[in-house]
């Protein structure tokens, strides 16, 4: 009885084996993704210099502060934005703005400001018609001085109420990277 015992478990546990190693298992999904360094480039709608801010930490939370890099605006001007986020850790360089787009449903940015008179709206939308933020358009008013924060939420509420409008409150989600730049209008 005591043979028949271990020769069933045997059969058990190859069973279990060989299909735990089936290569048609689905994949897992991927983590969060580290985002080394974050690019928010605004360039002027009627033609002028680039405003570039930039966050830089390659050695990702908790190690060696992040280089923050701001801008200084024009006042009374639109500007259209663009974010760009890579992951500079690893090689080669992995483009997280693309991973961002391609699942876009699941991400929103949302931008925030203590400048009098600047506002960010959504210049794109993601393949359900809500807001992503990769593309921007930032407007300036008067003078003043502030930071523009910069967040990253994966699987907001996007239907949730203000979500829609870039308000955060509801939306929910993870955040997976939020960055206060500082900002100048002149």
Not at 41 to 53: F, L
Request: charged share 20%; hydrophobic share 35%.
């Amino acid at each position: 009885m005591f043979k028949n015992y271990r020769t069933v478990l045997l059969v058990v546990l190859g069973a279990v084996f060989f299909t735990s190693c089936d290569k048609d298992d689905p994949e897992i999904p991927n983590g969060e993704e580290l985002i080394t360094t974050v690019t928010y480039t605004m360039t002027p709608s009627g033609g002028g210099t680039d405003v570039v801010m930039s966050f830089r930490d390659l050695d990702g939370d908790g190690g060696d502060e992040p280089v923050i890099v701001g801008g200084t605006l024009a006042a009374n001007t639109t500007y259209n934005g663009t974010l760009e986020l890579l992951n500079e850790a690893n090689d080669p360089t992995i483009d997280i703005a693309e991973e961002v787009s391609e699942e876009d449903i699941d991400h929103q940015f949302f931008f925030q400001t203590d400048i009098t008179d600047l506002t960010v709206s959504y210049s794109d939308q993601d393949s359900q018609g809500n807001p992503l933020g990769i593309s921007s358009t930032v407007v300036t008013g008067g003078t003043g001085s502030g930071q523009i924060t910069i967040i990253l939420r994966h699987e907001p509420n996007k239907s949730a109420a203000g979500v829609s409008d870039g308000m955060i409150d509801n939306a929910g989600g993870e955040t997976d990277i939020e960055i206060s730049f500082p900002v100048d209008v002149n």
